[in-house]
């Protein structure tokens, strides 16, 4: 008998009725011979609620207290959906993440799984129960207090428990059918992936697609397992993400898909000196200030000046603490002024296969320029080419590099299930 | 500096209004120069409402999942306490009845306390900080799983807490002012007493006083806890709960108070063959059925007949289970019938000084006969008096009581603050 190790989102058990069902699709997955351990989110809008409330009594809340009030959500829902296990006559116990041997670093509100120690958990799976375990907290090494891990950290610790349990695969299931070729609330004619590599969902997720976590795919490449999204509200198979070993090449499609990101903002520094060292200071400044940045870009300095540009896109809410920083070191650089920009977006094409196919870049850019769409800023990886373009051509960006690759399903294939999180 | 161990009920932290008033009382106190550790219930309505979430689920939750969801209700008001204060400049850090080192049986839902061990909590304010611990859990020693100590059982968690932390004093806030002479509701006129003695107070809880709970007087007895009960609401002086050593009488009025409980039902078992015995295996299926009695009488046996009656009463919610226990033994004893009364109440009169003057029953008998009151049974111990009366005549019979030992108040002195919980 193998493990499987199931993850539902706080949609999937947003009320009564939701956890039921969930509960009897565990149970489903029981009789099928295997052993179960679910991880399981807050209800519904639980986390922005206990939010809320804090918010109430102080804005700003000390990191360790917050922590503790937010796992209040996950502890509601596990003991609920074992109850409902228990209701069918199956025996469940659920467990937090402490229980559960989640062992994570003090950084509260972020913090990173140091090691899994899931004895209870193998102990409940021995003895013939499904074990529900808390999702998105554990406990630190150094202080024994509660931690979260970010928001929509529940699929890292499916992953990561899943991989210290031995599990066979890893389900995560959402509101919607799989992993699409973009965001079918975009492109209608989005077509549901059935296997993507690892490699590909990561820059997937990095590049704006919510369907995982970006932890959670890096967890699932570092310990090579298996991961099914799919929906909890259909029977459907989903989209499998598989480990490719290196050298083994799956057979694939070219495109995986297109992601969008509206998240990021973009920081001109305006004629910055030509000199060595200049645009590292700008960079240290802002390291030191937590910042993180996504793409940058440098003009090439024109002779007759001898100043240059330096563009970068960051998460918009770094814009304040980055415009901050290099406020502060002006003098000392000597560039000439500061250009803030949240009105821009992110369109990436992502796709293990272009490495072997040229002139995909071409036919990205011709797909851009029939539609009108201007390129503000570019970037590529390997398996990747991402652009800047006005916030505002988002969507036609995204719809015309689907068309451009041939992408579009003969018919809709998108259905979401349930409410519009996760 | 001495420690003040304070416990803050549900209704004192019903929204962020009262959690931040709470804050400031709990800060005046820490700068008044003592260490500070307070144990808080869940907010408001929160545990009947996770309850009911748990009946939507299944009628019969398993007792382990229970705990697991309600401790969920006192971790959201701890945390947001520990916040209040934070945001007042002080420091706290909120733990969990596991942190606290509250160890307990495995008993869920009505689990012991068996031992505190608050080396965490000694460490917090040893640090500076103020301690705020989830009242009513603990954690089992057996299976270290989540377990609650019962309805109303925060009270209890304090006053443990006070005696194993060496506290100079446990003082519990709700929102009444502290310890009337009856209950202000139905005796306008009942007047707050200034301190009362444990065994007082332990007489009056078991009678149906709802102020303290019983497991919480029994602490502050067996471990010379002084209790100080006052009000969230007010600055007023409360009513102190003073242990007394045996033989050394505090200076006292002869009646502490009366006492009412509308808990109860009558069961009466009709035509018992008087035989060496019977009586003995009424009252063993009784125990074997986990039926708590209170109060029993025994009618003398008629001779002619050979048969007598037994009545007692017990807890309303135990009625059914000790009907159908008795039912099963009927042809074993052979008696006549069972009759069931749940129309009946209990009004306690409860007073140290009572062992010291004769004659109050006999005033407590007249009062109750004045007020055209049938007495249906009567129990006594040393420094209590009670009597079942049909429970349409309590008030009359509270009243009556009150007035006949001039226990009135010459202006009306009771204050409800908040709602009608604690």
Redesign the interface.
Known sequence: MGIVVQKYGGSSVAD?TG??RVAQRIVATRKAGNDVVVVVSAMGDTTDE?RD??E???P???P???D??L???E??S???L???I??LGHR???FTGS?AGVITDSAHGRAKIIDITPGRIENAIRAGAIAIVAGFQGVSQDT?DVTTLGRGASDTTAVALAAALGAEVCEIYSDVDGVFTADPRIVPTARKLHRVSTEEMLEMAACGAKILHLRCVEYARRYDMPVHVRSSFSQKEGTWIIPTAEGEEMEQAIIAGVAHDRSEAKITVVGVPDKVGEAARIFEALAAAEVNLDMVVQNVSAAATGLTDISFTLPREDGQTAMGALARIRDEVGYDKLLYDDQIGKVSLVGAGMRSHPGITARFFAGLASAGVNIEMISTSEIRISVIVDEAQINDAVQATHTAFELDASEVEAVVYGGTGR
């Open positions: 009564a956890i039921k206990l409330l804090a109430q009594v102080t700003l809340p000390p360790r207290e917050l503790m009030l796992t209040a959500g502890r509601i596990m003991a609920l074992a109850m409902a228990a209701q469940a116990q659920s229980q024994k």
